[in-house]
C-alpha cells in the first residue's frame, strides 16, 4: 500500500512549497529514487523546471518535464498531465489528489502558510485517511 507523508512548513519557514519540493526531490533522488513532481498546470511546471536548475549553487539534479526528456537520464519528471510513467516517489502540488497516486510506494504531499495550500492539504489528508492509507506528518523548519 502506498505511504502518504505531509511535509508541512512551519510557520516562519524558509522558501514556500516549491522549495520544500525541490529539497525533497533531491534527497530521494540522491538515495536512488525515481521521483514524478505533479503539479496544476504548465506555469507551475515551468515554474518547478527553472527552481530544480537554481535552488542549490553547488547541486545539480537531473530532471525535466514528462514528455520532454529522457526519462532514463532524468530520474526526476516534472508533469501537469496523468503520468504512465512508474516512479517510486510521487510529489504532489497540486491541489487535489492525482488519480495515479497509487501506483507509487510513497506520496509527499507539500504544505506551506498559504490558507489555500492549508486548507486543499487537510481535504487531500481527509480522503487518504477515509481510504485507509497508512499517514505521517511531518513539520519542516
Known amino acids: 500500500m502506498t505511504r502518504i507523508d505531509f511535509y508541512?512548513?512551519?510557520?516562519?519557514?524558509r522558501g514556500n512549497r516549491y522549495?520544500?519540493?525541490?529539497?525533497?526531490?533531491?534527497k530521494a533522488w540522491r538515495?536512488?529514487?525515481r521521483v514524478l513532481i505533479s503539479v496544476a498546470g504548465e506555469e507551475e511546471q515551468r515554474h518547478m523546471d527553472r527552481l530544480?536548475?537554481?535552488?542549490?549553487?553547488?547541486?545539480f539534479i537531473p530532471?525535466?518535464?514528462?514528455?520532454?526528456?529522457?526519462?532514463t537520464l532524468n530520474p526526476v519528471l516534472i508533469t501537469c498531465a496523468e503520468a504512465d510513467e512508474e516512479h517510486d516517489?510521487?510529489?504532489?502540488?497540486?491541489?487535489?489528489?492525482?488519480?495515479?497516486?497509487?501506483?507509487?510506494?510513497r506520496v509527499a504531499e507539500c504544505v506551506d502558510e498559504e490558507p489555500g495550500i492549508r486548507e486543499s492539504g487537510r481535504q487531500r489528508y481527509r480522503f487518504y485517511r477515509e481510504r485507509?492509507?497508512?499517514?505521517?506528518?511531518?513539520?519542516?523548519a
Do not use: M
Open 8 to 13: 508541512v512548513l512551519k510557520p516562519g519557514s
Open 19 to 26: 522549495t520544500l519540493a525541490a529539497r525533497l526531490a533531491e
Open 31 to 33: 538515495h536512488g529514487h
Open 52 to 59: 530544480l536548475w537554481t535552488f542549490r549553487d553547488i547541486a
Open 63 to 71: 530532471h525535466g518535464p514528462l514528455g520532454a526528456v529522457d526519462p
Open 89 to 105: 516517489v510521487l510529489i504532489n502540488l497540486r491541489p487535489d489528489v492525482p488519480e495515479f497516486f497509487s501506483r507509487f510506494e
Open 132 to 140: 485507509g492509507y497508512p499517514l505521517n506528518t511531518h513539520e519542516v
